[in-house]
């Protein structure tokens, strides 16, 4: 029989039992691209007050009912890092791409980071069995970048997408011609607009055209940005026929 423990946080829970391991793949606003995995853990276990280190399960101290509260607090905090490991060996090892001011952020590889403001857990209690242990459900949910096994990317975007609309003016014939699209990036550490202006390019001006406006606006995700190029068209150099 394989043992099962979950880390987060900080706190480790022993010999649990794995209820299931869902995995999504979360594309784009425009239903194409795939930006990340959303992957879902569930597990029980049990918290008891045993003085045997080894037993499985979480030992709290104090009374069980200070001690499961301190630790639920700990394991409710968001953007923690997670491992799961089945007899030793990591089956995740997940660290969050950004946290909150004065926590130190853990380096990993960019396929090993969550892009999407995880992990997020949460917390059910199942049964109190005596007034020493009780049984509860943990769930830890992380977003990965849908990336190869390196998780190299420029600047740490993990999705582009741009489209193209042209207006015709059909008594000049010149057109205006609008580049639109969305950039995002893997997590909070990286700033977009840094991004987008180190690694990608506006396109080049076309003979007869001038640019009239760049617009890039930051999401509230402080994840993705949408940028619109606006060029004009100023003469037609279309061939007139007789």
């Given at each position: 029989?394989?043992?099962?423990?979950?880390?987060?946080?900080?706190?480790?829970?022993?010999?649990?039992?794995?209820?299931?391991?869902?995995?999504?793949?979360?594309?784009?606003?425009?239903?194409?691209?795939?930006?990340?995995?959303?992957?879902?853990?569930?597990?029980?276990?049990?918290?008891?007050?045993?003085?045997?280190?080894?037993?499985?399960?979480?030992?709290?101290?104090g009374d069980?009912?200070?001690?499961?509260?301190?630790?639920?607090?700990?394991?409710?905090?968001?953007?923690?890092?997670?491992?799961?490991?089945?007899?030793?060996?990591?089956?995740?090892?997940?660290?969050?791409?950004?946290?909150?001011?004065?926590?130190?952020?853990?380096?990993?590889?960019?396929?090993?980071?969550?892009?999407?403001?995880?992990?997020?857990?949460?917390?059910?209690?199942?049964?109190?069995?005596?007034?020493?242990?009780?049984?509860?459900?943990?769930?830890c949910t992380?977003?990965?970048?849908?990336?190869?096994?390196?998780?190299?990317?420029?600047?740490?975007?993990?999705?582009?997408?741009?489209?193209?609309?042209?207006?015709?003016?059909?008594?000049?014939?010149?057109?205006?011609?609008?580049?639109?699209?969305?950039?995002?990036?893997?997590?909070?550490?990286?700033?977009?607009?840094?991004?987008?202006?180190?690694?990608?390019?506006?396109?080049?001006?076309?003979?007869?055209?001038?640019?009239?406006?760049?617009?890039?606006?930051?999401?509230?995700?402080?994840?993705?940005?949408?940028?619109?190029?606006?060029?004009?068209?100023?003469?037609?150099?279309?061939?007139?026929?007789?």
């Amino acid at each position: 029989m394989s043992e099962t423990t979950i880390r987060y946080n900080g706190v480790e829970i022993k010999s649990v039992l794995t209820e299931s391991i869902d995995q999504e793949v979360v594309k784009d606003s425009t239903g194409v691209d795939p930006i990340y995995v959303r992957v879902r853990v569930a597990v029980r276990g049990i918290v008891h007050l045993s003085q045997n280190a080894n037993l499985m399960g979480l030992k709290v101290p104090g009374d069980l009912a200070t001690g499961v509260n301190s630790v639920i607090d700990d394991l409710l905090q968001p953007r923690r890092p997670f491992s799961m490991l089945i007899n030793g060996l990591p089956m995740f090892d997940v660290v969050p791409g950004m946290v909150r001011p004065g926590l130190s952020a853990a380096q990993a590889p960019l396929n090993r980071t969550d892009c999407n403001h995880g992990p997020i857990t949460t917390v059910r209690f199942l049964e109190v069995v005596s007034g020493n242990t009780m049984r509860i459900e943990f769930t830890c949910t992380m977003h990965l970048p849908y990336c190869d096994q390196t998780g190299q990317s420029p600047g740490g975007i993990i999705s582009f997408r741009f489209w193209i609309a042209e207006d015709i003016d059909c008594t000049t014939w010149t057109t205006r011609r609008i580049y639109s699209g969305r950039v995002r990036v893997a997590h909070m550490g990286i700033n977009v607009l840094t991004a987008f202006r180190n690694n990608i390019r506006f396109p080049p001006l076309q003979r007869s055209f001038v640019r009239k406006a760049i617009s890039l606006h930051q999401s509230p995700n402080g994840l993705e940005m949408d940028f619109t190029v606006v060029d004009q068209e100023m003469w037609s150099t279309r061939q007139l026929r007789y």
